[in-house]
């Protein structure tokens, strides 16, 4: 009897054994199996102001990811095997070393992960060693969609209805019962400092610390969805800022892959049997679809994704670091110094974290494009280096959406944030908890100190200029002026806007 060539399940985005279908796969031929990760020095440079591209919260969530999945495969019988180095590099050099007859690993979308794809085809070639790609990050698989990818419409409430009308989402598959794992030496984790990464420090504000790996990312739906109960409440309370359980909080665990969005679908459903179905259930399920819709659109749009000019080619003159004001304006954004306490308090959140609210991004991102008119990418690559939920689509197409440039560009429309934080944070709790500054101001007042009289900022302890800046712009003079610019730049694009 021929003796099966060990196959290769080589991990990116997906550390997790639940819902595995390259792991699924490989454990079913019956051969042995070698899962590989490398840690890809590239995804540790540095980017062009100075920061990380993978930053100390993200990385520390990984390596705790990378240590709950190998322990988990370790009580399977199997092992996780982990090197620094380029994937080319890596994935040939065991394949080599194992006589490997295939690798399989779950396909990405985005051009930096997959000419890192075809780097390693290319390396594996000479080998004679087979790859095969398995789509697996999305509620709903690529090949189920009522179109091709390429057809995939420019609205999202199209695309959702066009899915809902021909729901077809696969079952989530079991994680292995155990696992038949070659011997190979399987290497020590990498840690913060060699990776070139100071140990970030617990925040005493932090209202909720992210811990990496599967065995969290299943412990945490459990107790949002289920012991909190808060999934009946979820279309209410998720755009709220402060607290940890207004929302579900699964992104980090979604982007990293330690946790399918078809499991999370899947006990959607459950509560649905088992307590109730209304609208907040049925709006956790929508946002799935709408992470869907992202990375349909970095796998329709590609590079496209990444120009100033967004996937319309908009040419709007955007504002890059070549000047000291605009270099200044940045950094108050990035510091949180701008004079608008919703802006800052959710960008010294994020700095201290990690982590923000979806609400709170949406916010920063428009006042960073929309009012200081900074080039959204550097807003999108400081998210990238910042984020412990980082996923390519998301942050990209979200931040291109919001810049107008993106999908279903509607105008141009910017977020007043002093209304937002009324809307959102009426108490002013948000503000006070993350800017000490301004903790004797209640209600409307915590976002709007620049209204203060020189006796009011006396009596309450919060000097403009000293204790707290001053707006760094005029918010609506600048968005108007923006807004004009905007105007002439849609006045010469050709048609149809979408090609």
Same mark, same amino acid.
């Given at each position: 009897?021929?003796?099966?060539?060990?196959?290769?399940?080589?991990?990116?985005?997906?550390?997790?054994?639940?819902?595995?279908?390259?792991?699924?796969?490989?454990?079913?031929?019956?051969?042995?199996?070698?899962?590989?990760?490398?840690?890809?020095?590239?995804?540790?440079?540095?980017?062009?102001?100075?920061?990380?591209?993978?930053?100390?919260?993200?990385?520390?969530?990984?390596?705790?990811?990378?240590?709950?999945?190998?322990?988990?495969?370790?009580?399977?019988?199997?092992?996780?095997?982990?090197?620094?180095?380029?994937?080319?590099?890596?994935?040939?050099?065991?394949?080599?070393?194992?006589?490997?007859?295939?690798?399989?690993?779950?396909?990405?979308?985005?051009?930096?992960?997959?000419?890192?794809?075809?780097?390693?085809?290319?390396?594996?070639?000479?080998?004679?060693?087979?790859?095969?790609?398995?789509?697996?990050?999305?509620?709903?698989?690529?090949?189920?969609? &009522?179109? %091709? #990818?390429?057809?995939?419409?420019?609205?999202?409430?199209?695309? *959702?209805? !066009?899915? $809902?009308? +021909?729901?077809?989402?696969?079952?989530?598959?079991?994680?292995?019962?155990?696992?038949?794992?070659?011997?190979?030496?399987?290497?020590?984790?990498?840690?913060?400092?060699?990776?070139?990464?100071?140990?970030?420090?617990?925040?005493?504000?932090?209202?909720?610390?992210?811990?990496?790996?599967?065995?969290?990312?299943?412990?945490?739906?459990?107790?949002?969805?289920?012991?909190?109960?808060?999934?009946?409440?979820?279309?209410?309370?998720?755009?709220?800022?402060?607290?940890?359980?207004?929302?579900?909080?699964?992104?980090?665990?979604?982007?990293?892959?330690?946790?399918? &969005?078809? %499991? #999370?679908?899947?006990?959607?459903?459950?509560?649905?049997?088992? *307590?109730? !179905?209304? $609208?907040? +259930?049925?709006?956790?399920?929508?946002?799935?679809?709408?992470?869907?819709?992202?990375?349909?659109?970095?796998?329709?749009?590609?590079?496209?994704?990444?120009?100033?000019?967004?996937?319309?080619?908009?040419?709007?003159?955007?504002?890059?670091?070549?000047?000291?004001?605009?270099?200044?304006?940045?950094?108050?954004?990035?510091?949180?110094?701008?004079?608008?306490?919703?802006?800052?308090?959710?960008?010294?959140?994020?700095?201290?974290?990690?982590?923000?609210?979806?609400?709170?991004?949406?916010?920063?991102?428009?006042?960073?494009?929309?009012?200081?008119?900074?080039?959204?990418?550097?807003?999108?690559?400081?998210?990238?280096?910042?984020?412990?939920?980082?996923?390519?689509?998301?942050?990209?197409?979200?931040?291109?959406?919001?810049?107008?440039?993106?999908?279903?560009?509607?105008?141009?429309?910017?977020?007043?944030?002093?209304?937002?934080?009324?809307?959102?944070?009426?108490?002013?709790?948000?503000?006070?908890?993350?800017?000490?500054?301004?903790?004797?101001?209640?209600?409307?007042?915590?976002?709007?100190?620049?209204?203060?009289?020189?006796?009011?900022?006396?009596?309450?302890?919060?000097?403009?200029?000293?204790?707290?800046?001053?707006?760094?712009?005029?918010?609506?003079?600048?968005?108007?002026?923006?807004?004009?610019?905007?105007?002439?730049?849609?006045?010469?694009?050709?048609?149809?806007?979408?090609?």
């Amino acid at each position: 009897m021929t003796e099966l060539r060990p196959t290769i399940v080589w991990l990116r985005n997906d550390l997790r054994l639940h819902d595995h279908e390259p792991l699924h796969r490989a454990v079913a031929t019956g051969a042995p199996t070698c899962i590989v990760y490398c840690v890809d020095p590239r995804q540790f440079a540095t980017l062009q102001f100075d920061a990380p591209k993978t930053g100390a919260f993200r990385a520390r969530f990984l390596l705790e990811s990378l240590a709950d999945l190998r322990q988990s495969a370790r009580a399977l019988g199997g092992d996780v095997v982990v090197r620094v180095g380029e994937p080319e590099q890596v994935l040939a050099a065991i394949a080599r070393e194992l006589n490997a007859g295939v690798v399989y690993y779950h396909a990405e979308v985005a051009s930096e992960e997959q000419r890192v794809e075809r780097a390693v085809m290319r390396a594996l070639e000479p080998l004679q060693v087979q790859t095969q790609a398995f789509w697996g990050h999305t509620l709903v698989h690529r090949d189920d969609l &009522p179109f %091709r #990818v390429n057809n995939l419409p420019d609205v999202f409430t199209q695309y *959702r209805k !066009r899915v $809902e009308a +021909t729901p077809n989402i696969r079952s989530a598959l079991p994680a292995p019962a155990s696992l038949h794992c070659v011997t190979i030496e399987a290497g020590e984790l990498p840690t913060l400092a060699s990776l070139g990464l100071d140990e970030p420090a617990l925040d005493p504000r932090t209202t909720m610390v992210f811990r990496g790996g599967e065995q969290a990312a299943l412990a945490r739906l459990a107790a949002w969805m289920w012991e909190a109960d808060r999934l009946r409440t979820y279309k209410v309370t998720r755009n709220f800022m402060l607290h940890a359980d207004d929302s579900s909080k699964l992104s980090p665990w979604l982007a990293l892959g330690c946790l399918s &969005p078809r %499991r #999370v679908y899947e006990e959607v459903q459950r509560y649905e049997r088992v *307590r109730v !179905r209304n $609208e907040d +259930t049925a709006w956790l399920i929508f946002e799935l679809h709408w992470r869907d819709y992202f990375r349909f659109i970095a796998a329709k749009w590609g590079d496209r994704l990444f120009h100033a000019g967004g996937l319309n080619d908009l040419r709007f003159p955007w504002r890059g670091l070549t000047s000291q004001k605009a270099q200044d304006e940045f950094a108050a954004w990035q510091e949180g110094r701008t004079g608008f306490p919703l802006v800052d308090a959710a960008m010294r959140e994020l700095a201290a974290t990690g982590f923000t609210s979806n609400r709170a991004r949406q916010n920063v991102a428009s006042f960073l494009t929309r009012v200081l008119g900074i080039d959204w990418r550097l807003g999108a690559s400081w998210f990238e280096s910042c984020l412990i939920d980082y996923d390519v689509a998301s942050n990209w197409a979200n931040w291109a959406y919001v810049a107008g440039v993106g999908n279903d560009a509607r105008g141009f429309r910017f977020f007043n944030v002093h209304k937002q934080a009324v809307d959102y944070d009426p108490n002013g709790d948000y503000a006070r908890h993350w800017l000490p500054e301004l903790a004797a101001l209640r209600g409307a007042r915590a976002y709007r100190p620049d209204t203060l009289t020189s006796d009011e900022q006396a009596r309450f302890g919060v000097v403009l200029g000293t204790d707290y800046p001053r707006p760094i712009v005029d918010m609506f003079r600048s968005a108007e002026h923006n807004a004009e610019k905007y105007k002439v730049a849609v006045s010469k694009l050709p048609a149809p806007r979408f090609s």
